[in-house]
């Protein structure tokens, strides 16, 4: 028994639910109170165990993979794969809420190091909902899409230490020629 709430202990740890001291908890509530009301509410609110966390990340996830997956059958028409393939990039980047708590997720995007990413990866998603259903031109909403794929990347690079740094640098390798 006493294996498996060590295991149960490391998986907290690693999915980000950490049993913090209370001085520390309380520096930190002070420091967000002003900026993050809505949200100290709403974790207050909606507190889930460990397994509620991982069940809703997984049922999100799966959710967000299968509409993802699903877009592919509508490939050739540009205004249904947009909102499917969006659809399912919501669901996906929601599933991490379930994982490390909706409060985390909001500072974690946006933390200096990622703000940029998460603006452009959030705008592609609003451009390309907004080129399928209310502009209903396959051109432009394809081009929003794979838009929408770049940001999407470029934000889950800004996940992974010096990814965006060795990505850059690659591209710049690739495509600077001199005649």
Same mark, same amino acid.
């Given at each position: 028994?006493?294996? $498996? !709430?060590?295991? /149960?202990? &490391? /998986?907290?740890?690693?999915?980000?639910?950490?049993?913090?001291?209370?001085?520390? %908890?309380?520096?930190?509530?002070?420091?967000?109170? !002003?900026?993050?009301? @809505?949200?100290?509410?709403?974790?207050?609110?909606?507190?889930?165990?460990? &397994?509620? #966390?991982?069940?809703? @990340?997984?049922?999100?996830?799966?959710?967000?993979?299968?509409?993802?997956? /699903? !877009?592919?059958?509508?490939?050739?028409?540009?205004? &249904?794969?947009?909102?499917? @393939?969006?659809?399912?990039? %919501? %669901?996906?980047?929601? !599933?991490?809420?379930? %994982?490390?708590?909706?409060? #985390?997720?909001?500072?974690?995007?946006?933390?200096?190091? #990622?703000?940029?990413?998460?603006?452009?990866?959030?705008?592609? =998603?609003?451009?390309?909902?907004?080129?399928?259903?209310?502009?209903?031109? &396959?051109?432009?909403?394809?081009?929003?899409?794979?838009?929408?794929?770049?940001?999407?990347?470029?934000?889950?690079?800004?996940?992974?230490? @010096?990814?965006?740094?060795?990505?850059?640098? =690659? $591209?710049?390798?690739?495509?600077?020629?001199?005649?």
């Amino acid at each position: 028994m006493e294996k $498996m !709430s060590e295991a /149960m202990e &490391k /998986m907290r740890m690693l999915v980000g639910i950490e049993v913090q001291d209370l001085d520390h %908890l309380d520096e930190e509530e002070e420091e967000n109170s !002003s900026s993050f009301g @809505f949200m100290d509410d709403f974790n207050r609110n909606c507190t889930l165990s460990t &397994k509620q #966390r991982l069940y809703g @990340f997984a049922i999100c996830l799966v959710a967000g993979l299968t509409c993802t997956l /699903m !877009s592919l059958l509508v490939f050739f028409n540009p205004i &249904k794969f947009g909102v499917a @393939f969006t659809f399912g990039n %919501l %669901l996906s980047l929601g !599933s991490t809420g379930f %994982l490390i708590g909706p409060k #985390r997720q909001v500072n974690m995007m946006l933390d200096p190091v #990622r703000i940029y990413a998460t603006a452009l990866y959030l705008a592609s =998603i609003l451009l390309a909902l907004l080129c399928a259903l209310y502009v209903h031109n &396959k051109l432009l909403t394809l081009v929003a899409i794979i838009l929408e794929f770049g940001a999407l990347i470029w934000y889950s690079m800004s996940y992974i230490p @010096f990814a965006r740094a060795m990505i850059s640098k =690659i $591209m710049v390798a690739c495509f600077d020629t001199e005649f």
